[in-house]
């Protein structure tokens, strides 16, 4: 084998080329290489040496390096973006390999996006929703105690708060349970779809699609205007804005100071809960604030003529009503004067109705949902129940014992289950499966 096969090989000579030329050839080319190969050195130990000083972008080695290895992080980050879960005892980003994928959420950045608390919004694949075909269990509450030894005093008022009222303990210690026996806030507009049958508009069942093993929640407050009497008892007095933008309580302590938190109400806590536990919430919801409108709405003296300075007491509602609805929770009409449906007349509910449209429903915008005051209900075939329909309150809740729920043609009526005092004493086999009324009850009660 020639000797100068391999050189051959290298620089694609001919083999048929003569060996003097051949060497003459390779000869000149070897020069020119090593020229190339002197340059290249010097302009690598140029570059190394300018670098080791000073770069053009003001960066010096170590910052580059260090910029380097950002870079890196970041691309380790993305790569593993998708194996991420939120750490609920500590509020870190983690991964598992468990709960890829599971429970995923994404910080709302739409064009309307505001400042303060972000709103999570779950974002499912298909295939890792299931078909859900159980009750729905809708509970409510009234506005929280913030102050038990106002509310539990011993005066003419201390057994009605006792019976129809929770105190602030009480409620934390509900949702870590209802949270634990595997319960999933929902919209109440998850339950149903609307369609055109024979040009009328219908209410059909929806297929509700949920995390499996999940069951699903509504939650609603009655009398969400934290009214005189609640005030004077333990109740924050209405909800604000804080610095940040957050939805945040104003309340009077006992001792008589200004207090603001974000701590002493359903609102509040709640929202806290669902940015520490994420999953307690299907795609971002809450819960439902009935309201009606004799003492004007969330603590704001919005009803006419009473409030002297009306327009700015509107103003102001109408900040926190739109960050309520940013933030996961609509609305409900709960009648303007808290009157009984079914005791009333037909020309009596048409003129409360109508108050309540006028001064609450300007602000708030419309809504589906009727919570019939006092509990009660009415027939489908009652004209006051028609009259409803009429205004466009084709859902109607009621009070019940367990998980009623009735599809009209046109309207849905939900039965809900009342959590305060009275239902702790006489509804505990309904309640259990909810939480232990036993782990639940505040020693501070009567």
Known sequence: MNKYNKTSELFDTPKSTSKSTYMSTTVYKLIITGFIGIVLIFISLSGVLLASVYTGNGNTSNEIEESQQTNKNINDSQEHQESQYHNEDTNSFQQTNDDNGKFKHSIHEGNDKVPGETKYNFDEPVDELVKYNGPVRHIFFHPLIAYPELAFDGDYMAQGFDDWFITVKEFKKILMSLYKNNYILIDIDY????????????????????????????????????????????????????????????????????????????????????????????????????????????????????????????????????????????????????????????????????????????????????????????????????????????????????????????????????????????????????????????????
């Open 191 to 446: 339950m149903y779809e609307e369609k055109q049958e024979e040009g009328k508009k219908i209410i059909a069942k929806k297929d509700m699609l949920l995390p499996e093993g999940k069951k699903p929640l509504i939650i609603s407050i009655d009398d969400n205007n934290y009214y005189e009497y609640m005030r004077q008892n333990g109740v924050i007095h209405k909800l604000i804005l804080d610095s940040n933008g957050n939805i945040a309580d104003f309340l009077i302590t006992p001792e008589g100071k200004e207090l603001i938190s974000r701590d002493n109400d359903i609102i509040t806590i709640l929202d806290n809960f669902v940015k520490e536990h994420p999953n307690f919430s299907f795609k971002g919801a809450k819960g439902i604030i009935g309201l009606t409108g004799y003492e004007g709405i969330l603590g704001y003296r919005t009803d006419n003529p009473p409030a002297p300075n009306i327009e700015e007491e509107k103003k102001e509602a109408l900040r926190i009503v739109k960050r309520l609805k940013e933030t996961g929770w609509s609305f409900a009409c709960h009648g303007y004067g808290h009157l009984d449906a079914a005791k009333i007349s037909y020309e009596t509910l048409k003129k409360d109705t109508q108050r309540w449209k006028d001064e609450v429903e300007s602000l708030i915008g419309k809504t589906p949902v009727y919570i019939y005051p006092f509990g009660s209900s009415l027939l489908s075939k009652d004209e006051k129940f028609q009259y409803l329909l009429d205004e466009g309150f084709n859902i109607l809740c009621a009070v019940g014992n367990g998980d009623y729920i009735e599809y009209g043609t046109n309207y849905i009526a939900q039965d809900r289950v009342h959590i305060d005092g009275v239902a702790f004493r006489d509804r505990m086999s309904i309640l259990s499966e909810m939480f232990d009324i036993d782990e639940i009850i505040d020693d501070v009660r009567p």
